[in-house]
């Protein structure tokens, strides 16, 4: 781009002048704390300075006391006229506290020397003072001291070296704490003045700080606040989707930058907005289109639906009618005929098989409509399972299969018979159907509270898990692949257990302790409601 040069030069500004703001703040900070530090190391020194010199006249003081303490000793030893030898004695020990006083004091006039080298020679020299007027109190309580231990000194030569060292020690020592007040004052005096002059440090720093803030937000941040609330203004209107943005791009700095690209921004989804507004109304046309076309798909499955239903209910009465001729016409020949009675009866037993097999049809083409009604009354349940096992027990002979029926519940059921009845045969037949290897089928019955449970077991191969989900649906069989039959069995019953406000359960394999053989086996269970014992 053409106005690259000029667009560093603006960006590197920005960025110069808010570096700038930061240097001079950073070092206004810096300074104001180099100078504290400074300042406060100054007046730690001088406390120091003053605490020593606090110390030192507490120990002057307590010299003053031990000196009275032992002029006290000494006075009273001379009087009494005790000899040398118990004068030292008793002397020995307010002898040792003023030596050991005199080796602090010492020390600390020693440290207080080394410290003042800091302050200049004047300062030092002052302190060295201190030093011989130590050693002059030293001189006068030794020579006090090798007075009284004179053993040939008369009761006034000994009064005489008492009155000396009292009257010699203790305007030396009056000296010395003048002199300790006079340093003392001198540090609070320089302690005062270091406190003033960082007190006049300190407002003009502030000031500093004032002017320098000040320039920084007046002359720089807010600026740069106000073209940033312009470019958020920007922001909230593309977010409520309104593309029409033209922010001033006045200067190629980092913000004008950002000034230029919401504009580009701005433009390119207004471009975008333009397209999609076209797309959505092709697409409202296209779904429009899908929907008629659904509508169109729905009614015509609704007429295949319905057509479907009229087919089984079609075919079921057209063939019911040519199977009753057939039965009415078996009967006829068993009546007439001794030939062929055998071959009659089949007919007859295989036209009534498929008579069922179309009302088992017809039961499932009517059933999800609600066109059949139920014709519930009371019913004995030990009747019903004995009508059951009476009428399936040639197809188990058939099939070469055991059937058991425990001996059932003396309870009655309040429910329709055909259907309880055809929806029990129908289940039995799965268990020949799918079970006749295993040779076994049995029938139970268990109260549980105010329900009867009836269950029907089998020693088969069992259901797959895969397929248990799915086995009470339409046209869902559980068997094998070569299953013949239309795998309506299960649906029905179902139907028409929830129908009678019951429930029916499968479970595959059998638990070993209610299996019948070897083989997994299934176990379908129907709950009904008792009505009476």
């Known amino acids: 781009?053409?106005?690259?040069?000029?667009?560093?030069?603006r960006t590197l500004l920005?960025?110069?002048?808010?570096?700038?703001?930061?240097?001079?703040?950073?070092s206004g900070t810096l300074l104001t704390a180099a100078i504290l530090y400074l300042g406060m190391q100054?007046?730690?020194t001088r406390l120091e300075t003053a605490l020593a010199s606090e110390t030192r006249m507490a120990r002057y003081a307590a010299l003053s006391t031990q000196a009275a303490t032992f002029l006290v000793i000494a006075t009273e030893s001379v009087q009494t006229g005790q000899p040398a030898e118990i004068r030292a004695e008793r002397l020995e020990p307010v002898q040792a506290q003023i030596g050991a006083t005199f080796s602090q004091l010492h020390a600390d006039v020693e440290d207080a020397v080394t410290a003042a080298q800091k302050f200049g020679l004047d300062?030092?020299?002052?302190?060295?003072?201190?030093?011989?007027?130590?050693?002059?109190?030293?001189?006068?309580?030794?020579?006090?001291?090798?007075?009284?231990?004179?053993?040939?000194?008369?009761?006034?030569?000994?009064?005489?070296?008492?009155?000396?060292f009292a009257s010699g020690f203790d305007p030396l020592l009056s000296q010395a704490v003048n002199t300790e007040i006079l340093f003392r004052n001198s540090i609070l005096a320089g302690i005062e003045q270091t406190r003033r002059i960082l007190t006049w440090i300190a407002l003009g720093l502030a000031l500093i700080a004032v002017l320098s803030t000040t320039w920084f937000y007046y002359g720089l941040v807010r600026p740069q606040f106000a073209r940033l609330d312009r470019l958020r203004a920007a922001a909230l209107q593309i977010g409520q989707a309104q593309f029409s943005v033209l922010l001033p791009v006045t200067r190629?700095?980092?913000?004008?930058?950002?000034?230029?690209?919401?504009?580009?921004?701005?433009?390119?989804?207004n471009q975008r907005q333009a397209k999609v507004e076209a797309e959505?109304?092709?697409l409202n046309d296209t779904i429009a289109k899908r929907t008629e076309e659904l509508r169109a798909a729905n009614k015509s499955l609704s007429e295949i639906d319905k057509n479907r239903r009229r087919f089984f209910a079609d075919i079921s009465h057209e063939l019911r009618t040519p199977l009753t001729i057939i039965t009415m016409e078996s009967q006829i020949g068993q009546q007439d005929s001794q030939s062929a009675p055998d071959a009659l009866s089949t007919i007859e037993a295989s036209a009534a098989k498929l008579n069922q097999r179309i009302d088992d049809l017809l039961r499932v083409a009517r059933s999800e409509t609600g066109e059949l009604a139920l014709e519930p009354r009371l019913v004995a349940l030990t009747d019903l399972l004995q009508i059951i096992a009476q009428d399936i027990q040639p197809e188990i002979n058939s099939a070469n299969m055991q059937l058991t029926v425990d001996k059932a519940l003396d309870c009655r059921v309040n429910c329709d018979p055909n259907w309880i009845r055809q929806v029990l045969l129908s289940l039995i037949r799965n268990a020949i159907r799918y079970a006749r290897d295993g040779q076994k089928v049995a029938v139970s019955t268990v109260l549980e509270e105010q329900v009867v449970a009836i269950s029907l077991t089998d020693n088969g191969p069992g259901i797959p898990d895969d397929s248990q989900g799915r086995i009470f649906e339409r046209f869902v069989q559980g068997g094998?692949?070569?299953?013949?039959?239309?795998?309506?069995?299960l649906a029905l019953a179902r139907w028409v257990i929830e129908a009678h406000e019951g429930t029916v359960s499968l479970t595959s394999p059998v638990p070993q302790d209610r299996a019948l053989g070897s083989s997994p086996?299934?176990?379908?269970?129907?709950?009904?409601?008792?009505?009476?014992?």
């Open 252 to 269: 190629n700095d980092e913000i004008g930058q950002l000034y230029r690209e919401t504009n580009r921004m701005a433009t390119a989804l």
């Open 1 to 9: 781009m053409s106005a690259g040069p000029e667009t560093s030069k």
């Open 42 to 44: 100054t007046v730690a």
């Open 123 to 164: 300062e030092q020299s002052r302190y060295g003072t201190q030093s011989l007027g130590l050693a002059r109190m030293e001189a006068l309580l030794g020579n006090t001291l090798d007075g009284l231990a004179d053993t040939n000194a008369d009761q006034a030569r000994l009064r005489a070296y008492i009155d000396s």
């Open 480 to 489: 094998t692949a070569n299953s013949q039959g239309f795998g309506v069995g």
């Open 14 to 26: 920005l960025k110069t002048r808010l570096g700038l703001g930061a240097v001079v703040l950073g």
């Open 521 to 533: 086996g299934t176990n379908v269970c129907i709950r009904l409601p008792v009505a009476g014992a």
């Open 280 to 282: 959505w109304a092709r």
